[in-house]
């Protein structure tokens, strides 16, 4: 051999060992290397890691009725790989045709796979060179015979399935009925439609969604509590969810085979409230007449038991439905705990109860109060409705300023504010729920500020602030720790912690809050700002609250324009609950815009239901109005 030709030879050798060195390093980059890479890459196609959502767990009332429960339907979903796949939807075309065929109805299960079987081999021969035609085909087949078991066109549904993408799964319908889902699994399965299946799914269901729905709040379509108490509860509510990993064929088929591993979910623990439903009704119901009738834009009703702080119903205007939640962007204010107004006179139970309480004037001690106007240096006082020297409960039943102003001014600025925070002014009363406001309570050390303070104008307050300073009266003098969640328990019923009622400090003597609550009962008796609170057999108490609206972007008070409320308690010497209506801006005409006028009614309407639901003694006799 010539030295040209060993060349040859040698670089063909030089060139095979080189090629098959590359070959034999990819093998071992294969098998060795990146074994564990590769070896998911390729199981990634046939296995599935499914999230198996833990239950979440059940909102209660205090008598154990469902607010919020969890309910199983299914999503509809679509493999679009399958769905492109010619050879895989070839059975579902196939049926599709000998179904039109007169003696299919003849045949049996298993004449029926075997002629099925037969033309998916003659379709795929007829389409080897367009099979996207034979995929047109079966989607065309399968959009006409679920369309309409899903309530949608043929249009509708097909708009749906996103046959552009490459691939991957895609939810083309939800909340599917249990119930349907089987009939439509069934469906699927006898028309031999490939490429849909379904997951379930577990969503949020709210039996009374329109009531308390600021309250309850609601969930995201992950669960995850996004207001009210799903919100601050969610801890305790959401659970973990588990898994499970399937391994399937070409198909989309579960192999028995390989089932792969699982993992069960951790479900939630239940939240037992405070409040009641049926008191929570007849607070939706009366405050929305209460709106309708005198024109209101914003309001809300609390309802408290001023012995444990537990809120028994808290409804608010305007409101929206939990399942649907149109508006809620606009409407899911929380205008109990969130709303931050000048409470007016309701707030004059503090000068009252800090001069009181420091022993500095006793339930018949005079004031005079300079007929409507009084000038302290710099500081002018006025009263629309001027009285002279009057005992200290008339100043409270007549609502005069000038009165509460001499008040405050004997307890000095100090001690007011003081005493204003003891009842819970200035800051969150903590209630277990998201977004509430403190409000704003300052000592700016302006007179002329004090003076205003003294009769509810320069205090920022919330609904919830006042119902809670109010059973501090009720209760003998303690304020208590507001709350809305009464217990956390498991499924089964076991009690893994409990709220109980707290005392938070003491705001005033328990002889204090006796001659106050005296002292409010005179406001709804004959001469007082409150009439029309009087609730037939039983004394009330209460506070009327006439506050003119402030601009906070103009800048300024609106001339004509209130926010008028009514905070009292039933029965009068020993309350059973404390109520407070707040409506905000009542546009009405057809009667005088007062807190006595206008939440007054309110009030009265409620406690009236509430006291029968609660089925309270009555402790007046009923007069009998009947003509004989």
């Given at each position: 051999?010539?030295?040209?030709?060993?060349?040859?030879?040698?670089?063909?050798?030089?060139?095979?060992?080189?090629?098959?060195?590359?070959?034999?390093?990819?093998?071992?980059?294969?098998?060795?290397?990146?074994?564990?890479?590769?070896?998911?890459?390729?199981?990634?196609?046939?296995?599935?890691?499914?999230?198996?959502?833990?239950?979440?767990?059940?909102?209660?009332?205090?008598?154990?009725?469902?607010?919020?429960?969890?309910?199983?339907?299914?999503?509809?979903?679509?493999?679009?790989?399958?769905?492109?796949?010619?050879?895989?939807?070839?059975?579902?075309?196939?049926?599709?045709?000998?179904?039109?065929?007169?003696?299919?109805?003849?045949?049996?299960?298993?004449?029926?796979?075997?002629?099925?079987?037969?033309?998916?081999?003659?379709?795929?021969?007829?389409?080897?060179?367009?099979?996207?035609?034979?995929?047109?085909?079966?989607?065309?087949?399968?959009?006409?015979?679920?369309?309409?078991?899903?309530?949608?066109?043929?249009?509708?549904?097909?708009?749906?399935?996103?046959?552009?993408?490459?691939?991957?799964?895609?939810?083309?319908?939800?909340?599917?009925?249990?119930?349907?889902?089987?009939?439509?699994?069934?469906?699927?399965?006898?028309?031999?439609?490939?490429?849909?299946?379904?997951?379930?799914?577990?969503?949020?269901?709210?039996?009374?969604?329109?009531?308390?729905?600021?309250?309850?709040?609601?969930?995201?379509?992950?669960?995850?509590?996004?207001?009210?108490?799903?919100?601050?509860?969610?801890?305790?509510?959401?659970?973990?969810?588990?898994?499970?990993?399937?391994?399937?064929?070409?198909?989309?088929?579960?192999?028995?085979?390989?089932?792969?591993?699982?993992?069960?979910?951790?479900?939630?623990?239940?939240?037992?409230?405070?409040?009641?439903?049926?008191?929570?009704?007849?607070?939706?119901?009366?405050?929305?007449?209460?709106?309708?009738?005198?024109?209101?834009?914003?309001?809300?009703?609390?309802?408290?038991?001023?012995?444990?702080?537990?809120?028994?119903?808290?409804?608010?205007?305007?409101?929206?439905?939990?399942?649907?939640?149109?508006?809620?962007?606009?409407?899911?204010?929380?205008?109990?705990?969130?709303?931050?107004?000048?409470?007016?006179?309701?707030?004059?139970?503090?000068?009252?109860?800090?001069?009181?309480?420091e022993g500095l004037v006793g339930y018949d001690t005079m004031i005079n109060c300079h007929n409507g106007y009084y000038r302290d240096g710099r500081v002018v006082v006025k009263d629309d409705h001027g009285k002279g020297i009057i005992p200290f409960w008339t100043i409270i039943q007549k609502s005069n300023n000038i009165g509460s102003y001499k008040l405050a001014k004997m307890a000095g600025p100090?001690?007011?504010?003081?005493?204003?925070?003891?009842?819970?002014?200035?800051?969150?009363?903590?209630?277990?729920?998201?977004?509430?406001?403190?409000?704003?309570?300052?000592?700016?050390?302006?007179?002329?500020?004090?003076?205003?303070?003294?009769?509810?104008?320069?205090?920022?307050?919330?609904?919830?602030?006042?119902?809670?300073?109010?059973?501090?009266?009720?209760?003998?003098?303690?304020?208590?720790?507001?709350?809305?969640?009464?217990?956390?328990?498991?499924?089964?019923?076991?009690?893994?912690?409990?709220?109980?009622?707290?005392?938070?400090?003491?705001?005033?003597?328990?002889?204090?809050?006796?001659?106050?609550?005296?002292?409010?009962?005179?406001?709804?008796?004959?001469?007082?700002?409150?009439?029309?609170?009087?609730?037939?057999?039983?004394?009330?108490?209460?506070?009327?609250?006439?506050?003119?609206?402030?601009?906070?972007?103009?800048?300024?008070?609106?001339?004509?324009?209130?926010?008028?409320?009514?905070?009292?308690?039933?029965?009068?010497?020993?309350?059973?609950?404390?109520?407070?209506?707040?409506?905000?801006?009542?546009?009405?005409?057809?009667?005088?815009?007062?807190?006595?006028?206008?939440?007054?009614?309110?009030?009265?309407?409620?406690?009236?239901?509430?006291?029968?639901?609660?089925?309270?003694?009555?402790?007046?006799?009923?007069?009998?109005?009947?003509?004989?």
């Amino acid at each position: 051999m010539d030295k040209k030709a060993q060349r040859r030879c040698i670089n063909l050798c030089l060139v095979l060992i080189a090629g098959l060195s590359c070959l034999s390093w990819r093998l071992v980059d294969l098998q060795v290397v990146d074994r564990a890479r590769y070896a998911e890459r390729a199981s990634s196609s046939y296995e599935r890691k499914e999230v198996v959502q833990a239950n979440r767990g059940v909102l209660l009332d205090r008598n154990e009725e469902i607010i919020a429960n969890t309910v199983i339907s299914k999503s509809v979903v679509v493999d679009i790989n399958h769905l492109k796949e010619a050879r895989h939807v070839a059975k579902g075309v196939a049926c599709s045709q000998l179904r039109q065929l007169p003696e299919w109805k003849t045949w049996d299960k298993k004449k029926r796979n075997k002629k099925v079987n037969a033309k998916v081999r003659s379709l795929l021969d007829e389409y080897n060179e367009t099979p996207s035609k034979l995929v047109d085909l079966h989607l065309e087949y399968a959009v006409a015979e679920l369309a309409r078991p899903l309530g949608l066109t043929k249009e509708e549904l097909k708009a749906k399935i996103p046959m552009s993408r490459s691939g991957g799964e895609s939810v083309i319908y939800q909340g599917l009925p249990s119930e349907l889902a089987v009939k439509l699994e069934s469906l699927i399965k006898d028309r031999r439609i490939k490429g849909f299946f379904f997951r379930e799914e577990k969503r949020r269901w709210y039996p009374a969604p329109e009531l308390a729905p600021h309250l309850v709040g609601y969930t995201s379509r992950d669960g995850k509590g996004m207001a009210g108490v799903e919100k601050s509860a969610n801890k305790w509510l959401e659970g973990a969810n588990g898994y499970q990993i399937e391994k399937r064929d070409i198909r989309g088929n579960v192999m028995p085979a390989h089932k792969g591993s699982f993992r069960p979910p951790n479900n939630g623990l239940n939240v037992q409230l405070t409040i009641d439903m049926n008191i929570q009704a007849i607070c939706e119901e009366e405050l929305e007449r209460g709106m309708e009738e005198f024109q209101g834009t914003k309001g809300c009703v609390v309802l408290m038991d001023p012995h444990t702080g537990e809120i028994l119903g808290m409804a608010n205007r305007p409101h929206y439905n939990l399942n649907v939640r149109k508006n809620v962007a606009k409407h899911g204010y929380n205008f109990a705990l969130q709303a931050v107004y000048e409470p007016g006179s309701t707030f004059k139970i503090i000068a009252a109860s800090s001069a009181m309480n420091e022993g500095l004037v006793g339930y018949d001690t005079m004031i005079n109060c300079h007929n409507g106007y009084y000038r302290d240096g710099r500081v002018v006082v006025k009263d629309d409705h001027g009285k002279g020297i009057i005992p200290f409960w008339t100043i409270i039943q007549k609502s005069n300023n000038i009165g509460s102003y001499k008040l405050a001014k004997m307890a000095g600025p100090a001690k007011y504010y003081e005493y204003a925070k003891a009842f819970g002014f200035g800051r969150q009363t903590h209630v277990q729920l998201a977004g509430e406001s403190s409000g704003r309570l300052v000592n700016t050390g302006n007179p002329t500020d004090f003076s205003r303070a003294s009769f509810g104008y320069g205090a920022n307050v919330t609904p919830l602030q006042v119902a809670n300073a109010y059973c501090v009266i009720a209760n003998g003098g303690n304020l208590m720790q507001t709350r809305v969640v009464k217990s956390i328990d498991t499924a089964s019923g076991t009690v893994i912690e409990e709220f109980k009622p707290k005392v938070l400090g003491r705001a005033i003597s328990e002889k204090t809050a006796a001659s106050m609550r005296k002292a409010l009962r005179t406001v709804t008796q004959k001469g007082g700002t409150a009439t029309q609170a009087q609730v037939p057999g039983f004394t009330t108490g209460g506070k009327t609250g006439t506050a003119v609206r402030y601009d906070s972007k103009q800048g300024g008070y609106q001339k004509g324009r209130y926010v008028v409320s009514f905070a009292g308690m039933l029965p009068a010497e020993n309350p059973a609950f404390v109520c407070v209506v707040v409506v905000d801006d009542p546009l009405t005409t057809e009667v005088k815009r007062y807190g006595g006028t206008i939440a007054g009614p309110i009030w009265q309407r409620v406690s009236e239901r509430v006291a029968a639901h609660m089925k309270l003694m009555p402790t007046e006799e009923i007069s009998n109005t009947t003509d004989s």
